[in-house]
């Protein structure tokens, strides 16, 4: 039956008797209950990701920071032995001066100097080198003033071992 206008059809509609619907409320409620106590696979998916994410993100952080702190704090010395100066007798020699059996050899350390010398007596340049102490076999001296200092050995024959040393 064709209908010839948009009125023809509404009057048809109205004309029809209304049908019950089936009764599908309690299956639907009922499926609705039942997916809110198991978990849907979907839904979840989406939450692992950014869970591993941000438990990667802070680890990152975490080791950023102990890198940072590691590189800015210096590293533990030993305190005890940076406090201990290098003795002069364990000193480079500098300077060595020798005839037959007279000996001279000058240990240097920053300021200090040693002077050891067998066959002789001991002399320097007391205007650039003051005595700190005597030991056994020469003279501990201490730099005065800055430029070159001469040390002799001053033989029994009245002769002369002598040596130029630099005062920095």
Not at 54 to 74: D, E, G
Not at 149 to 157: E, I, K, Y
Request: proline fraction near 6%.
């Amino acid at each position: 039956m064709p209908f010839n206008s948009t009125d023809d059809l509404e009057h048809q509609l109205e004309s029809m008797p209304m049908v019950d619907p089936p009764s599908v409320k309690a299956a639907v409620m009922n499926q609705i209950s039942t997916s809110a106590r198991r978990p849907v696979a979907g839904a979840l998916r989406g939450r692992r990701p950014r869970r591993f994410f941000a438990i990667a993100y802070a680890a990152a952080a975490i080791l950023v920071i102990v890198v940072a702190i590691q590189h800015a704090t210096p590293p533990a010395r030993n305190s005890a032995a940076s406090m201990v100066t290098l003795d002069v007798e364990d000193a480079p020699i500098i300077a060595r001066v020798s005839s037959g059996d007279a000996h001279l050899t000058i240990r240097g350390n920053g300021d200090q100097f040693l002077a050891e010398a067998t066959g002789g007596t001991i002399d320097w340049d007391h205007a650039k080198l003051t005595v700190i102490s005597f030991r056994n076999h020469g003279v501990l001296l201490q730099r005065r003033a800055a430029g070159r200092a001469v040390v002799r050995l001053r033989l029994p024959d009245h002769k002369e071992l002598f040596t130029t040393i630099d005062l920095r």
